[in-house]
């Protein structure tokens, strides 16, 4: 992902471990997947994580972690890491690193009203810190500080966004009133950095960039992951007035105009979810309203051919027919989702079976309907079901689906497997829900 980016590996960490922690020497370590861009993220053992800057720039990250981190557990309503080791250079590795306490938990695909909350609670309460002698926090500054960088990740994002409509929302946030005054923020609540547990928030991970800044500074999640009545949820539960609002969609736009040009090519997930939040903020600003769904559940013949008619325009490769749909319908939950009359879209959430022990969730919305929200509700649903089967949840995306591979990615998404059919050459893609990241 970076130029002076180190080389790690799972020996490293193990010769790292074994030379520095001999107390841990021998247990097993695995890489954790993750589209974190500054720290590598290892499993050791059961209950124990490794993290490792992948850069110079992360080296001083985890000096304040055994700093701040302490002191912070002590104040906030949920788990966040502890330290319990501090790695020095070695092994051919140049920098301090750390061994902190594993957390379980899972990434968040989504954001619902109770999530929203949960959120704001833990922003209200980071809010409320009142330790001196805090440090500043990144992006915590006045906005002109990243006009320069803004401008110019729009100039390279032309033909691929609606730069004019971008440029107007970060020049609506520049020409907001500026935060009073500063308080602590975290800085950096993407959805990797968010643990759930039953649906409720269970722990907050990275605290690189915290500090004293602006307080819009923690109103990004309105647009990485939350929507809708979500989204007004958050808004309402921590009194965000008019200027407070357009600083922090400023700032979530500000990071995914930077990252997307970035890592397009070279963390798929980061530009995935870059590419979501500027769909999500240009649609906020403009209040474009998003009809409302209709969803049946596939029970008749008419319904059979509509999914049909969905599932064989997107995945051209594998047509079905309708005895195809037929059985699937015995074995899987098919709805079929529409737009007034329009048909949009089509969904399957196929259970646990002898082939695999994972839930498989799978939303498809027609080219000319994709990127008006239709998607997202689709897929909630479909979690929704999936995670009351307790599984492990996975998806299926034809490689060809380039759309289709960045919401899934977007939303916690790994590639876990690839396969083609027999006589054809387009391969299709399975993705499960990653279990945690950095």
Same mark, same amino acid.
């Given at each position: 992902m970076h130029a002076d980016e180190a080389?790690?590996?799972?020996?490293?960490?193990?010769?790292?471990?074994?030379?520095?922690?001999?107390q841990w020497a021998g247990l097993p370590v695995s890489e954790i997947p993750s589209s974190g861009t500054v720290n590598a993220m290892y499993r050791l053992g059961d209950s124990l994580t490794v993290r490792l800057p992948r850069i110079a720039g992360g080296v001083a990250d985890i000096a304040a972690e055994w700093e701040w981190l302490p002191r912070l557990a002590d104040v906030l309503p949920v788990e966040i890491p502890a330290p319990v080791g501090r790695g020095e250079p070695g092994e051919g590795y140049p920098w301090i690193w750390s061994v902190q306490r594993w957390i379980p938990g899972a990434v968040p695909a989504a954001g619902d009203e109770v999530l929203a909350?949960?959120?704001?609670?833990?922003?209200?309460?980071?809010?409320?810190?009142?330790?001196?002698?805090?440090?500043?926090?990144?992006?915590?500054?006045?906005l002109t500080t990243q006009d320069a960088e803004t401008r110019d990740a729009l100039e390279k994002l032309a033909g691929w966004i609606d730069t004019d409509t971008a440029t107007a929302v970060w020049e609506s946030a520049l020409?907001? #009133?500026?935060?009073?005054?500063?308080?602590? &923020? *975290?800085?950096?609540?993407? /959805?990797?950095?968010? +643990?759930?547990? !039953?649906?409720?928030?269970?722990?907050?991970l990275d605290f690189a960039t915290a500090g004293m800044g602006d307080p819009a500074c923690d109103l990004i999640p309105a647009w990485n992951l939350l929507t809708g009545s979500a989204r007004a949820v958050f808004r309402e539960a921590l009194a965000v007035d008019e200027d407070a609002w357009n600083?922090?969609?400023?700032r979530a736009l500000s990071m995914a105009l930077i990252q997307l040009p970035y890592y397009r090519d070279t963390n798929k997930g980061i530009a995935a979810n870059a590419q979501y939040v500027i769909d999500e903020v240009l649609a906020d600003f403009g209040a474009v309203p998003r009809p409302k769904l209709r969803i049946e559940r596939v029970d008749s013949? #008419?319904?059979?051919?509509?999914?049909?008619? &969905? *599932?064989?325009?997107?995945? /051209?490769?594998?047509? +079905?027919?309708? !005895?195809?749909?037929?059985?699937?319908v015995g074995r899987n939950v098919l709805e079929v989702a529409y737009s007034g009359e329009d048909l949009v879209g089509c969904s399957t959430v196929?259970?646990?079976?002898?082939?695999?022990?994972?839930?498989?969730?799978?939303?498809?919305?027609?080219?000319?309907?994709?990127?008006?929200?239709?998607?997202?509700?689709?897929?909630?649903?479909?979690?929704?079901?999936?995670?009351?089967?307790?599984?492990?949840i996975e998806t299926i995306?034809?490689?060809?689906?380039?759309?289709?591979?960045?919401?899934?990615?977007?939303?916690?998404?790994?590639?876990?497997?690839?396969?083609?059919?027999?006589g054809d050459t387009i391969p299709f893609i399975t993705?499960?829900?990653?279990?945690?990241?950095?």
């Open positions: 080389e790690i590996d799972e020996t490293l960490v193990l010769r790292l471990i074994a030379a520095q922690f001999p909350a949960d959120l704001a609670s833990f922003v209200q309460a980071f809010r409320r810190i009142d330790f001196a002698g805090g440090p500043a926090a990144h992006r915590g500054g006045p020409a907001a #009133a500026p935060a009073s005054s500063e308080c602590w &923020v *975290h800085g950096d609540l993407m /959805p990797s950095n968010l +643990l759930v547990r !039953d649906g409720r928030l269970a722990a907050v600083r922090g969609r400023g013949e #008419a319904l059979m051919r509509d999914w049909q008619l &969905v *599932h064989n325009e997107i995945i /051209p490769t594998d047509p +079905l027919s309708l !005895d195809d749909v037929r059985e699937r196929r259970p646990p079976s002898a082939e695999t022990s994972a839930v498989t969730v799978i939303a498809r919305i027609l080219p000319a309907y994709r990127r008006q929200g239709f998607g997202e509700e689709l897929y909630r649903r479909g979690l929704a079901r999936a995670r009351a089967l307790g599984s492990a995306v034809l490689a060809s689906n380039v759309e289709g591979l960045a919401f899934a990615e977007s939303h916690g998404f790994v590639e876990f497997e690839r396969y083609v059919l027999p993705l499960r829900l990653a279990d945690q990241a950095s």
